[in-house]
């Protein structure tokens, strides 16, 4: 079988179970773990913010960024395809206490113009506040689309002009790095917080972080205690994570030329395929999915017409070549 259903079912490589189980480790939770310490203080440094938190999902790293920017009763806007709104099932909601409004667009990308029109901080007694901000980058629904710089900096000038935060959804970061070459910092710098996440194409098996501020992340670290998220020995996760960043960042590239490959294959513009992810509009999704799994190709759907394939470290370059000929069929 060569699965295409996601980036997050990459099983660790012989090296990094190597690289785990050599990890040194102590009780993250009194914060004596110290390839957990290491992990943090590393992809803080990549990101060019303070402080970072390793949380076991990217779901629960998203929660806390988000919730660092907004209290109860505020909202955040982002956009309507976006994972905080529709992959997260509802935690912002349920356990922030936060509301959303959405602009819509085909590509998930940010829409300065209709943020300013959305965007209420403080419209009196009667209407729900802004206080943040979230954007995606790649944007996972939108087919692993890039936000441009350009934007992502307009973006941050506004918001720094009235005041409010900007959460940065990078599950899948690394793949907006290296397929523009746009650095870590660069993406940092544009955002007051951050989530990125080990377990997608970098192929660790658990393990997301929180970015931003020491003080966002202190108060983080309390909360992700709450939240049944305080873990004990587990620099040994945080040791697949630092492998992969050594690893797994610069082969991404790979997983993109397989992904455009994919797409000539089953018609889609590989021009639109920036990174890892195509999505695939079919009105038989469900009996595409059904025929591909009968020839060995796993693909799944994200709505009712709509399939995503997404190549990652365990589809090589023979697997991508043998699902575009499956594909290509049906
Ligand atoms: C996968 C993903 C997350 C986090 O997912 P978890 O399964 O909770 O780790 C967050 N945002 C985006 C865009 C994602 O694709």
Redesign the pocket.
Known sequence: MIDLRSD?LTRPTEAMRQAMARAEVGDDVYGEDPTVRRLEERVADLFGHEAALFTP???MA?VLAVRSLVRPGQEVLCEAGA?IARAELGAHGAFTGLTMRTWIHPRGQLDLPAIRRLFAPDMGPFFVATAAISI?NTH?FAGGAVQPLAELRDLREFATGVGTGVHL?G??IWNAHVATGVSLRDYGAVADVL?V?L??GLGAPVG?LMVGGADAVAEARVHRKRMGGGMRQVGILAAAGLHALDHHVERLADDHAHARLLAEAVGVDPATVETNIVVWERADAAAVVAAAADAGVRIATVGPTTLRLVTHLDVTRDDAERAAAVLAGL
Do not use: F, L, M
Request: charged share 25%.
């Open positions: 997050t999902t990217g779901s998203n994972h995606e996972n959804d599950a899948r989530a996440c377990s997608k997301s």
